[in-house]
């Protein structure tokens, strides 16, 4: 079945940027009607969509983080990915993928933790 | 848009049922039928309970329900079991193609 797992690094100086990719098996990104997203999570606290991906590519982005964000799809790689510029201490953040779909994501990768450090 | 408001907290005993609200307003709960509820346990990613306000997807058990009325959403669990103790967060489609989240409930089984 779908599964979708996160990689990246777990530490990003102040004032740069976060790269993380995810990787989905058991299925294609590109599968008609898909939506590929990008969930974030504070230490303790709780749950933030970031943004999504159709899987024609069209994107959307949460309102306060849109000026930072990219998400943009691999299709050879079947991965998709997400950009955060300029980040900060409250950036820090457990980031998880999910799909596929829009309103209610049913596969949800591990997570991964990405600390903002100077 | 603001996050969904929910009860920080919510309790129950072994068998009894426990309904956790989820508040909008009519421009994201009130306005469609989009409301999901993620369950979480501690250091495990969030999975979903509830799509669509009221569906249960495959393996979900029946205890769980969802309803909406208004601009408030609901989530029921019935026949709490010791396994149920986890963070429950609502979400909605905010329109402009948007979601939002609720803050989360911390349900206790005493």
């Known amino acids: 079945q779908l599964q979708l797992q996160e990689s990246g690094p777990g530490l990003v100086k102040t004032s740069e940027t976060l790269s993380l990719t995810c990787t989905a098996s058991?299925?294609?990104?590109?599968?008609?009607?898909?939506?590929w997203g990008w969930i974030r999570q504070p230490p303790g606290k709780g749950l933030e969509w970031i943004g999504s991906i159709y899987w024609s590519g069209s994107t959307y982005y949460t309102p306060s983080l849109k000026s930072r964000v990219t998400i943009s799809l691999d299709t050879s790689k079947n991965q998709f990915s997400l950009k955060l510029t300029s980040v900060t201490a409250v950036d820090t953040a457990v980031y998880y993928c999910a799909g596929p779909d829009f309103y209610g994501m049913g596969v949800w990768g591990q997570g991964t933790t990405v600390t903002v450090s100077s | 848009q603001s996050a969904l408001t929910q009860p920080p907290s919510a309790s129950g005993s072994p068998g009894q049922s426990v309904t956790i609200s989820c508040t909008g307003t009519?421009?994201?709960?009130?306005?469609?039928?989009?409301v999901s509820w993620y369950q979480q346990h501690p250091g495990k990613a969030p999975k979903l309970m509830i799509y669509?306000?009221?569906q249960r997807p495959s393996g979900v058990p029946d205890r769980f329900s969802g309803s909406k009325s208004g601009n408030t959403a609901s989530l029921t669990v019935s026949g709490l079991q010791a396994e149920d103790e986890a963070d429950y967060y609502c979400?909605?489609?905010?329109?402009?193609?948007?979601?939002?989240f609720g803050g989360g409930t911390k349900l206790t089984v005493l």
């Open positions: 669509e306000v009221s």
């Open positions: 058991g299925g294609s990104i590109t599968s008609s009607t898909y939506y």
């Open positions: 979400s909605s489609y905010g329109g402009n193609n948007n979601i939002i």
């Open positions: 009519s421009s994201d709960v009130g306005g469609y039928n989009y």
